[in-house]
């Protein structure tokens, strides 16, 4: 052993622990000098002879009838430092009450060493009736190891959970499988998450065990060597099995010698810990993207390996003997059975470019699936391809060609990424696989991300998602060839890691890949623009306000035609639906139909002029007028017209006819001084809480730390103050994951919202925390856009998305004595990106120096 077990007998829970203490203490020292097999295989050393010795000190060896059988990931042998301690005191007959109580004692005295133990009783006939009815109890069995007392009746149970009835190997299989199955649908069916779990993730450890369990059920195979050399694997998979192995035990090693307790789980704060234990190291978070670009490529290759060879063992050793239907598809590819088979074994070898027509047929065949044969063939020629697929002429033409081919991203790229063959086309697909960025906007690793986007665009032509998406379902199915959106899909993001702009750089390779595959040059053009401006209409519709005619005229600027706003709206919204789950609402669909139709307008009209949202506002008042009527028959033109004249010009141009004719409805006839009013009915996309009162000091401090304090999201605040100083305010709310807000949560929010402004004193900010929050570091960044305008003044912040920023920032309006017109609120992962419109106490843009004041204190005040 490594580090002996020595402790002095008698054994007491003391000596134990600090013996457990000084193990994890040389472990800690000596993590980098020794294999993490070496350390594992010790530490299982150690509890083996810990556990033997109390077994003779407690006399259980006098005994025959009862023997001690390590079961689970201890009989496996892989006893990690926090690793519960599984074992099965078998018995012969039923226990004496004497022996109950030395037994209850050897498993409290383990409970009294701080380990987390796992233990059971049974006799030889309980294991078969609990084994033959619970998978999970017949697979600890399965991996039964004998530690001590009657090794007789322990090799009985051996037979007894080697026999073809107790769980035959298909029940097993597929039991097993199902496990699998429902795993990976908890983690979303994929590896890649930001805060990963070890053992569960999809190619995580658990599936490594399925191979495991599926051999030794098959062939008694207890290790990877083992199982290779029964045949149940190829040498390459071997090794790569083995590599990936490694660096998971090592990471999971890691993690639990830096935690108190039982997880597998890397979260950020672990992630830093775990890299540097790792020796991970580079500016910045580079150290930990490293080291989870490594975790991540060694998960993406054990579920590949590991499914391919479950299908292998299906196909081979589960399928029934049944007619086999044989259909041709040419001269080197066949379909048997619905399974994608080759003709000629050295296909591939010969003639690489074919790899691609297994995608083709891919899409061609709904139904079908490649053959495991097919795709051991497939990956050893990809370990052998002498050049890169991109070069052969033949392979570009296969490959545009699938680009046109129905379902071409589900059926054809998703598979391909899969097992290695975008990185094997691509020359810079290899940098971007497995890549993931150190934040909490992105949850997905590039390569995963880049191919959500192109199935996002993909799904926009199902008829089920043209409720969510109705104009991007719109427009999608309107292109007669996708493959230019496809292909920018393709390369938004695949100069990220490289440092530098990667849009910039992204367009740079988009246009050399386009040259190299045929395309003119307008269509190249089009392609290297959409990559380099791909985040521009995110951040013009969320960042910038729409409704100023001039942030119109400049995005269309920039776009120039229509078809170039078409593409890249589409891609837009697949990028930010790609990117976080939580991130699309119906409030952000709004935002982005707006600015498309407002854009669309600017195109029809001319670029000679803005747009006149005169007439937009009249159209708004307009339509209105015809909602009240419908809705209250007996309303009083008059009144409205009064109430309306109140309003400024623009809370008819930034409200929608139903916020308008909402709004009016509750006023109409209110004799009051605040109204508080939490709807889903007035707003597109959004929950409005739309407050009406005479204006007040600390108004917005009031509101958004009150809805702060209550656990919602803010995306738009709008700021309307009448001719006689009474406020109409309308802010746009969800609930933190997107939903609109329930009724009973409206009510709540109406309640505190009213009280706040009833009170004469600001509130203090909403005081909580976020664990994710507490790893990452945003440096403040006060930005003002457009510094010749005269009348208003454009700010964007940058910051840490804390608990109260929007409260601290209202307070800092306050005491420099500026009134906000308009906010748009942005969270993207840990970052705040939130833009205002500010005047200053004389109703005019800020001058120079009180733009530089008011970045001094938001600097000084917001860390």
């Known amino acids: 052993m490594l580090f002996p077990f020595d402790i002095p007998s008698p054994l007491t829970p003391s000596a134990v622990k600090i013996q457990r203490e000084n193990l994890k203490q040389f472990e800690i020292a000596h993590f980098s000098q020794y294999s993490v097999f070496e350390l594992i295989e010790n530490r299982t050393n150690f509890y083996d002879a810990l556990l033997k010795q109390l077994w003779s000190q407690m006399a259980l060896d006098k005994y025959p009838q009862i023997s001690l059988i390590a079961v689970g990931g201890y009989g496996r042998r892989e006893m990690f430092p926090l690793s519960d301690l599984d074992f099965l005191v078998l018995t012969a007959q039923t226990l004496t009450t004497e022996v109950e109580e030395k037994i209850g004692q050897f498993i409290q005295f383990l409970w009294d060493c701080g380990f987390e133990v796992g233990h059971s009783v049974r006799t030889l006939a309980q294991c078969e009736t609990e084994g033959r009815e619970e998978i999970t109890i017949a697979t600890n069995l399965l991996e039964a190891r004998f530690l001590a007392g009657n090794r007789p009746h322990f090799e009985a149970l051996c037979e007894l959970v080697k026999a073809d009835d107790f769980w035959s190997k298909e029940t097993f299989f597929k039991a097993k499988v199902q496990e699998q199955t429902e795993r990976y649908q908890r983690y979303h069916n994929t590896s890649y998450n930001l805060e990963p779990d070890i053992k569960y993730s999809p190619g995580g450890l658990r599936d490594l065990h399925l191979l495991y369990w599926v051999a030794l059920r098959h062939t008694g195979a207890q290790t990877l060597e083992a199982i290779l050399q029964s045949g149940f694997i190829y040498p390459q998979e071997y090794q790569q099995l083995q590599e990936s192995q490694a660096f998971l035990f090592k990471v999971r090693f890691a993690l639990h010698l830096i935690l108190k307790r039982y997880d597998n789980r890397l979260l950020f704060d672990r992630q830093i810990k775990v890299s540097e234990l790792l020796g991970f190291k580079g500016e910045g978070n580079q150290g930990v993207e490293k080291m989870m670009k490594q975790f991540f490529l060694s998960l993406q290759r054990i579920s590949l390996i590991s499914n391919l060879l479950i299908q292998h063992y299906r196909e081979h050793f589960l399928s029934p003997h049944y007619d086999v239907f044989i259909h041709q598809l040419d001269d080197d590819f066949e379909l048997i059975n619905d399974r994608l088979c080759l003709r000629q074994p050295n296909l591939f070898f010969e003639q690489p470019e074919r790899i691609l027509d297994v995608f083709f047929y891919l899409t061609r065949f709904e139904q079908a699936t490649v053959h495991s044969e097919t795709l051991r063939k497939l990956r050893l020629a990809l370990e052998r391809l002498p050049q890169k697929l991109c070069e052969i002429p033949a392979a570009r033409e296969k490959f545009l060609r699938l680009l046109n081919q129905k379902n071409a991203i589900s059926r054809a790229f998703v598979p391909m990424h899969q097992y290695g063959v975008l990185t094997a086309y691509l020359p810079q697909w290899q940098a971007i696989e497995g890549l993931m960025q150190f934040d909490l906007f992105h949850i997905y690793t590039v390569d995963e991300h880049t191919l959500r986007v192109m199935l996002k665009l993909e799904s926009f032509l199902l008829e089920e998602n043209a409720a969510e998406h109705p104009l991007c379902h719109r427009l999608f199915s309107q292109f ?62 969320q960042r910038r306000d729409i409704y100023d005619p001039e942030v119109v005229m400049r995005f269309a600027e920039e776009v120039q035609n229509q078809v170039r706003l078409d593409y890249l709206t589409c891609l837009t919204v697949a990028d930010i639906c790609a990117t976080n789950g939580t991130l699309w609402n119906s409030w952000k ?275």
Not at 486 to 513: C, P, Q
Not at 519 to 537: I, Y
Not at 667 to 673: I, K, N, Q, R, T
Request: with cysteine.
């Open 480 to 541: 007669s060839d996708r493959t230019l959106l496809y292909v920018a899909a393709l390369f938004h993001d695949i100069a990220k890691g490289r440092g530098g702009d990667h849009a910039e750089l992204g367009a740079i390779d988009v246009a050399e890949f386009a040259q190299l595959h045929g395309f003119d040059r307008r269509e190249t053009d089009t392609l290297s623009w959409l990559v380099k401006a791909h985040l521009l209409m995110s951040i013009t519709a």
């Open 589 to 863: 669909r709004s935002l982005f139909s707006s600015l498309y139709h407002f854009t669309q307008q600017q195109f029809n009209q001319g670029m000679v002029e803005l747009l006149d949202y005169a007439e937009k506002s009249e159209e708004n008042r307009r339509l209105s007028w015809q909602i009240l009527q419908a809705s209250l028959p007996d309303i009083s033109e008059k009144t409205v017209h009064l109430l309306w004249a109140r309003c400024p010009e623009e809370y008819f141009l930034r409200n929608t006819p139903k916020q308008i004719a909402g709004h009016t409805a509750l006023l109409v006839d209110f004799s009051g001084e605040l109204l508080v009013k939490v709807s889903n009915e007035f707003s597109l996309g959004g929950t409005e809480a739309f407050i009406y009162c005479q204006d007040q000091p600390h108004l917005f401090n009031k509101v958004v730390s009150t809805i702060g304090a209550k656990k919602f999201s803010i995306h738009d605040a709008q700021i309307i103050t009448t001719q006689d100083g009474y406020v109409f305010d309308s802010f746009i709310i969800t609930e933190l994951n997107g939903d609109l807000v329930k009724a009973d949560r409206r009510r709540e929010l109406e309640s505190a919202l009213t009280k706040a402004l009833q009170s004469e004193k600001p509130l203090l900010p909403p005081v909580s925390s976020n664990r994710q929050l507490q790893h990452f570091t945003v440096k403040t960044d006060v930005r003002f856009l457009h510094e010749n305008k005269t009348e208003q003044t454009e700010m964007e912040l940058i910051a840490l998305d804390k608990p109260g920023l929007l409260a601290a920032l209202s307070q800092i309006f306050n005491d420099l004595q500026l009134n906000l017109l308009n906010a748009k609120i942005t969270t993207v992962g840990e970052k705040a990106e939130d833009f205002f419109i500010l005047k200053n106490k004389e109703n005019k843009a800020l001058s120079l120096q009180e733009r530089e004041r008011l970045r001094q204190v938001i600097e000084q005040k917001i860390k």
